[in-house]
Structure formats: C-alpha cells, structure tokens
C-alpha cells in the first residue's frame, strides 16, 4: 500500500510541476543572451495608446531596408514584446550582461519620444 501511495503521489508531482516561465527573447530568431557583440544599440519605441514599448537591437545584424521589424526583440513564437516600460527593458538588458554607456531622447516627427540606449558587454 505505502509503494502505490508513494507511486501516485510522485506521478501527481511530475504532473503538477510548473516550472518558471521561460522568458528568451529573441532577434530575427537569434536568441538576446546569445549575442556576442560587444557594444549594442537599443532603441525602445512605445506601442500606440499606450504606457508599453517595443525594444529595437541593432548588434551590426544585417537588415533588409523595408524590414526594421527584424531588429525588434520577440518570444520565441515570434511574437514582438511589449515591456511594461523603458527601465523593465534596460534592467532586461543588464541581466544578460550589458552594461548603460550612454543615452538619448529623439523626438519624432509625429511627437513620438524614442530613447536609445548604448550598452558595452560587462568584462567578466
């Protein structure tokens, strides 16, 4: 009786088990963590009526001209992120190693505020 207790009882925890949530973000299908650049530029982009934005990477990857969307960072159905604000990406970033060098505010022509980020790759 205790071996078929213990069997379902470990089949009920395999089955239960919710790991934590994989968060790899990815570029043009390149995994973020992944990138062996040593400085990049990102540019975050707020979504339309709203408080979140998108993250723009350029590492020196080669993008079409038509096709900028290719530099926005997605999950790995390829769906673009919405970060709750600038900082949540900027913290994003430094978790996988980069460092802030320096920033910038750029207005656009439709009002928009754009912010671009330079990061330097932490030297272990």
Do not use: W
Request: net charge neutral; aromatic share 14%.
């Amino acid at each position: 009786m205790k071996s078929l207790f213990t069997l379902l009882f470990t089949f009920y925890c395999l089955f239960t088990i919710q790991g934590q949530p994989n968060n790899r973000y990815f570029i043009n299908g390149l995994p973020l963590d992944s990138i062996q650049a040593e400085y990049i530029e990102a540019e975050t982009c707020n979504v339309t009526f709203s408080t979140r934005s998108f993250l723009e990477i350029d590492f020196g990857q080669e993008t079409k001209f038509l096709n900028i969307k290719l530099k926005r960072v997605a999950d790995e159905n390829g769906n673009y992120i919405e970060f709750k604000s600038n900082m949540e990406a900027l913290n994003h970033l430094a978790k996988i190693g980069y460092e802030l060098m320096d920033s910038e505010y750029l207005r656009m022509k439709d009002d928009e505020i754009r912010t671009k980020f330079i990061l330097k790759k932490k030297s272990k």
